[in-house]
């Protein structure tokens, strides 16, 4: 099914006989499987405005990020959560749809900074399991007025609705970056690193280790800010750091956002999302590959095929996501962290009411 | 403003409902007397009144779940309150209704300078919990002109912004995890100290609910570091439009400056006579901060300036020190006390894109001569939220009811320039029966689902938010 508008959409949605798979570039299936009709969002597209001066956008949620990305390069602005594109890491075909990142709150390296994509996100207009065309939020960047469904609705993964139409808040493209690299460092002392990168007024708004254990520090602004602060940095943290300008910066960051480490490597790959000072504990329960991301707060993992990660981590604040396995391995463990009863029931009344028939990627999120 | 008619079955059984409440909290937590409940009559929109049921002011998580239990068994509507400083009846109580306040959980739980968190209890109020923290170089970001007083549970409800959201963005931006206990006595926790919460966003969904879907009473907030200074510069120009069309050129340059306030002349000079603060006598005056150190400042103020420059400012002044910043500051910050001093007022919070400011002042403008009140406009011009002030004569018989006629059609403006009713403030009772114009029924319709989940019964806060014929059959179920 390819509706071309938002009332064929709620046209199908409503008359559908059974589940539906929501697809918007089919470039990010996570999740428990799903079994049901493939619904595509690809012919709701367009950007329908942009107004470079008040830093918005809105689009169609079927539009490529890609031209989005490409509207916005014209203007000097950008989506500034940095949504990982998981293509390699996947083995995915496709291009990356605007719904299709909101669904996933895809969100890059800059989460630590400049938040997620749900922070971003102003605007969303939906249709429900039972065919209703929904609206919430806007265009305007503070808007309080009613519940905030624009959230709830990214990272629902298409469990509640469909999505037709997102705005998005821009942030300006700095003139430039630069990117702080360390020697190789174990997790304690990487995350000590990085806490106190980002504990500094300096902004800096990447902070990875990579597998090799080497730790990146990345900072942004006009030339001589960049300047300023890489010294400034360079002083207040311990070690000797190399510094890589921008060009390099650019596709070192690119590399961690996209995971793409892990790209075409035999194993099972888990997200993991802990407070960075537990993070250095959980890499040695984990006993696998991993990259960190949000200084330690965010774990890329890859294990052993077929491993309940989450049983190898026991209990811990946070929560681990299985993102790329085989079908055997996706059947047999739940994608989600299983949740505390009261959320799980909260979840599923949710699940209720907006979608009252179970249509709407069925299964996916538990 | 109508409110529902009070449940004659529930003020009929008030002594059971107090003498169930009376043992699950220490004997000054519960307010009975009548001239101490009439303290809890209403918040900082002081023009609607009526004294709760009784006041419950809970100490503990327990406390508040055993103090909602007891109330859900009952089927009393409870109306939680912060410090009681909405400007939109969040927290207006009903005849029929248990108040309970937060005012007693006060205390920091955990401060986390490596993973850049702090957990407080949900009474602290917003700036008590920057103090925690600012000898150790970190601040927390939202900023309410309220901040002295209002409780972060008030902020959270409301989704509270500030001055410097352009920057830091609003509560939801920055609240990572809330213990929030449900109308049935359920405690449940949401998100923590890591950045993502697991499962549907929950936590965006509870933050900007005016206290309907549970009552928060811990709260896990981000905490950055502090720039390591921040400077504002004044610039005067001799009409609106082109202050507008300034404050546009900024933002498209590529400097993100920490906050862009805007006044009109008359705000600027009634803050101008209050604080003092040497500002221009000009149409429309811009207050634009950036922050950094010394050399940033100085490089990012020289591109804005220059911007400015195009624009031929009436003034154009950068503050020469620390002192004449906090000037700077306390006009504006003092704009809604100064106006308070000429007239009785009401204060509006509306957002418009930032394309349309021009347009929508004018119209402002003559609505104000159609309706013969004058208005007075201040606002954070970077993200389009406006406070438009409306001047009125409480005394004058009919002059309140033509202030909220012309407050709601200013709102109503703002929707059909492509905003919304509420930019920071919430919707309360205030603009609770102006939803419809935002909103199709299918739209609050959805919204009302998430209370049903929540808070199947509907009892509390019931009467806010959603119009009142939207809610009835919910509300009488």
Avoid at chain 2, 83 to 94: E, N
Avoid at chain 2, 445 to 460: G, I, R, S, Y
Wanted: include cysteine; proline fraction near 5%.
């Amino acid at each position: 099914m390819r509706p071309m508008s938002e009332d064929d959409l709620s046209d199908l949605v409503r008359d559908a006989p059974g589940a539906l798979r929501i697809r918007g570039g089919g470039t990010r299936g996570v999740g428990n499987p799903v079994r049901g009709e493939v619904l595509e969002t690809d012919g709701l597209t367009g950007i329908t405005l942009y107004e470079p001066g008040a830093l918005t956008l809105v689009a169609k949620a079927g539009t490529p990020l890609a031209e989005v990305e490409a509207a916005l390069a014209q203007e000097n602005q950008r989506l500034a959560f940095e949504p990982m594109d998981m293509r390699a890491l996947l083995g995915a075909e496709g291009a990356p749809s605007v719904g299709g990142m909101v669904a996933a709150n895809a969100s890059g390296p800059r989460r630590v900074q400049a938040g997620a994509c749900r922070d971003s996100l102003i605007g969303v207009r939906f249709v429900d399991g039972a065919g209703r065309i929904v609206k919430n939020g806007g265009r305007v960047m503070k808007n309080v007025t009613g519940y905030d469904l624009v959230k709830l609705m990214a990272g629902s993964w298409g469990t509640l609705g469909v999505l037709t139409e997102c705005s998005f808040k821009l942030l300006p493209v700095p003139e430039t970056e630069a990117t702080l690299l360390s020697g190789p460092l174990e997790p304690e002392v990487a995350v000590a690193l990085m806490s106190q990168a980002l504990g500094t007024p300096f902004e800096v708004n990447g902070a990875a280790r990579s597998e090799d254990g080497r730790v990146a520090l990345r900072i942004e602004g006009f030339a001589k800010q960049v300047a300023y602060r890489r010294t400034a940095l360079i002083a207040a943290l311990e070690g000797t750091w190399d510094t890589v300008d921008a060009e390099e910066s650019r596709a070192h960051w690119q590399a961690v956002r996209d995971v793409t480490g892990f790209a075409g490597r035999e194993g099972d790959v888990w997200r993991i999302s802990v407070r960075p000072s537990d993070a250095p504990g959980i890499v040695a329960r984990a006993g696998c590959p991993v990259q960190m991301d949000w200084g330690g707060g965010l774990i890329w993992a890859l294990a052993p095929e077929g491993t309940d990660l989450r049983a190898r981590l026991g209990a811990f604040r946070g929560h681990a996501t299985l993102i790329r396995a085989s079908e055997a391995t996706r059947a047999a463990i739940s994608a989600f962290q299983p949740e505390a009863a009261p959320l799980a029931a909260i979840a599923q009344g949710l699940r209720a009411k907006f979608d009252p028939r179970g249509v709407l990627n069925p299964g996916l999120m538990g | 403003m109508e409110m529902p008619l009070p449940n004659a079955a529930v003020i009929g059984k008030r002594d059971r409902v107090v003498a169930r409440l009376a043992p699950l909290v220490a004997a000054d937590a519960l307010i009975t007397d009548e001239a101490e409940r009439r303290a809890y009559e209403c918040d900082a929109l002081t023009a609607y009144r009526c004294i709760p049921l009784a006041v419950v002011l809970p100490s503990t998580t327990e406390e508040v779940s055993a103090i909602l239990r007891v109330c859900h068994e009952e089927g009393v509507p409870v109306v939680p309150r912060g410090s009681g400083t909405s400007l939109a009846g969040g927290a207006l109580p009903t005849e029929d209704s248990v108040i309970l306040g937060v005012a007693r959980l006060r205390d920091v739980l955990e401060v986390n300078y490596d993973d850049r968190f702090i957990r407080v209890q949900s009474g602290m109020t917003n700036l008590s919990v920057t103090d925690a923290v600012e000898g150790d170089g970190f601040f927390y970001a939202p900023d309410p002109s309220s901040q002295l007083a209002c409780a972060i549970a008030g902020n959270i409800a409301m989704n509270s912004g500030g001055a410097h959201c352009l920057k830091y963005g609003v509560t939801t931006n920055n609240l990572l995890g809330v213990t929030l206990v449900l109308m049935d006595g359920t405690i449940i926790e949401i998100g923590g100290a890591h950045l993502d919460a697991a499962g549907y966003d929950l936590l965006g969904l509870v933050c900007g609910s005016e206290g309907q879907l549970g009552v928060v009473t811990e709260a896990t907030l981000r905490i950055l570091p502090k720039p390591e200074g921040a400077r504002p510069v004044l610039m005067g120009f001799d009409s609106n439009e082109v202050a507008g069309a300034c404050v546009s050129d900024i933002i498209k340059a590529g400097v993100l400056p920490v906050a862009i306030e805007f006044m009109d002349r008359p705000c600027i000079r009634a803050c101008e006579d209050f604080a003092k603060a040497g500002y221009p006598d000009c149409e429309a005056l811009l207050i634009v901060e950036v922050e950094g150190s010394e050399a940033e400042i100085d490089e990012q103020l020289g591109l804005i300036k220059q911007i400015a420059h195009r624009h031929n400012p009436v003034e154009l002044r950068e503050s020469q020190s620390e002192a004449e910043s906090k000037k700077i500051w306390l006009g504006r910050k003092s704009a809604f006390g100064a106006m308070g001093q000429i007239a009785d007022y009401m204060c509006l919070d509306g957002t418009i894109p930032v394309s349309s400011l021009p347009f929508v002042l004018r119209r402002i403008g003559e609505m104000s001569r159609e309706f013969g009140l004058g208005v007075a406009n201040v606002f954070h011009a970077g993200d389009g939220n406006m406070h438009p002030l409306i001047l009125y004569d409480a005394n004058k018989p009919g002059d309140l009811e033509l202030c909220e006629a012309f407050g709601a059609e200013i709102l109503k403006l703002c929707v059909e320039a492509g905003g919304c009713l509420t930019g920071e403030h919430g919707v309360g009772i205030e603009k609770r029966d102006l939803m419809n114009v935002q909103f199709a029924p299918a739209d609050l319709e959805a919204q009302m689902k998430v209370k049903d989940v929540f808070d199947p019964n509907w009892l509390l806060n019931p009467a806010k938010v959603f119009p009142l014929e939207s809610s009835a059959a919910r509300r009488a179920a």
